[in-house]
């Protein structure tokens, strides 16, 4: 347990989160980050950190990532498609990429550093800089996340075209009425899920600045 009296570090992002499931980027799971410092708004580190996340997920055999950037006028997003039980794997790596293609990651023995904007930067992934001790780190941690119950749980339920939502706590297949929930602890069997009573429902989604709760009500 860390000291409650201990600093935050001071990431060279922020608001790195999983995408668990389909969102504004991918029609699958991710990772999504906000690029900090003065090279948020770099090109070529975008370019970098888009090599990084290509050649990690390739080396955990992670297909087709698609790492993506959208700039803002406040700041610049990062995503990339990840495997959908890997996601806290998935959010380390796009971290980890992100402080190198940035410039704070100089290595494993340096705290931190400051960026061109002269403000300093703290190293959250102590992985080092060799490419094949990066990877070994990450397919521990990814090995390590993987369910393989609830891996097979999801396989059976896309094979029958049946939804299904998984957080932190619970599994649910089907959606509305046709739906049923298990603790992520207490997963079933395949034997054990009552298909024929499970279906899907159609669904709208409202998005936007303004209007949404006006939109749905009406």
């Given amino acids: 347990m860390s000291d409650s009296n201990t600093p935050e570090p001071n990431t060279c992002f922020a608001d790195s989160r999983r995408l668990t499931g389909p969102n504004r980027y ?21 370019e970098r950190w888009r090599v990084s996340v290509i050649s990690v997920c390739a080396a955990l055999g992670w297909d087709n990532p698609q790492p993506f950037v959208q700039r803002y006028a406040s700041g610049t997003l990062l995503a990339f498609a990840t495997p959908p039980d890997q996601l806290f794997t998935a959010t ?9 293609a940035s410039g704070i990651f100089l290595s494993a023995t340096i705290a931190h550093r400051a960026d061109v904007s002269g403000v300093p930067f703290d190293q959250v992934h102590k992985f080092g800089t060799d ?5 070994a780190a990450f397919k521990a941690r990814a090995a390590a996340e993987i369910k ?9 339920a896309h094979t029958r075209d049946l939804p299904i939502m998984v957080d932190d706590d619970y599994v649910s297949i089907g959606a509305g009425s046709g739906s049923v ?4 602890a207490e997963l079933p069997s395949i034997e054990n899920v009552p298909w024929p009573t ?10 936007g ?10």
């Avoid at 393989?148 to 059976?156: D, G, V």
Wanted: avoid cysteine.
């Fill in 148 to 156: 393989p119950a609830l891996a097979t749980l999801r396989a059976a």
């Fill in 209 to 218: 600045s303004n209007g949404k709760t006006t939109v749905v009500r009406l």
């Fill in 181 to 184: 929930t298990w603790p992520l």
């Fill in 92 to 100: 380390e790596i796009n971290e980890w990429a992100w402080e190198q």
């Fill in 198 to 207: 499970l279906h899907s429902i159609p669904i709208a989604l409202v998005t």
């Fill in 131 to 135: 490419f094949a001790g990066v990877v």
């Fill in 26 to 46: 991918f029609a699958s799971t991710g990772a999504v980050l906000e690029a900090l410092g003065f090279s948020a708004s770099d090109a070529a580190a975008h």
